[in-house]
């Protein structure tokens, strides 16, 4: 079982930047897969970024490669999104997941969310 808690939501202006944390409570967190995924008011959920138990593999969307890093401390159980460049379509409430491999759409364990809105 893993728990995970997102932080570090907010409003930005556009071509500014924020950085997102999710901790996560349990030893098994160093042996998932960690993703983030997102939803826009009226829209599916997406996938953002991922990345592998030993960050040694990442994955990105298109649409955030360049401007996003996903990255993560085992030793603090934590996975981070750095965003960067903001525009106003990343705007949406961002998720936390984990998986027990490298994934773009199956997660066994989800956060609450935390809510990302950019102004134009």
């Known amino acids: 079982q893993v728990q995970l808690v997102e932080s570090g939501g907010g409003l930005v202006q556009a071509g500014g930047s924020l950085r997102l944390s999710c901790a996560a409570s349990g030893r098994a967190f160093r042996s998932y897969a960690m993703g983030w995924l997102r939803q826009a008011p009226g829209k599916e959920r997406e996938f953002v970024a991922a990345?592998?138990?030993?960050?040694?593999?990442?994955d990105y969307a298109d649409s955030v490669k360049g401007r996003f890093t996903i990255s993560r401390d085992n030793a603090k159980n934590t996975v981070y999104l750095q965003m960067n460049s903001l525009k106003p379509e990343d705007t949406a409430v961002y998720y936390c997941?984990?998986?027990?491999?490298?994934?773009?759409?199956?997660?066994?364990?989800w956060g609450q969310g935390t809510q990302v809105t950019v102004s134009s």
């Open positions: 990345i592998s138990w030993n960050a040694g593999s990442t």
């Open positions: 997941a984990a998986h027990p491999y490298l994934t773009r759409n199956s997660y066994t364990y």
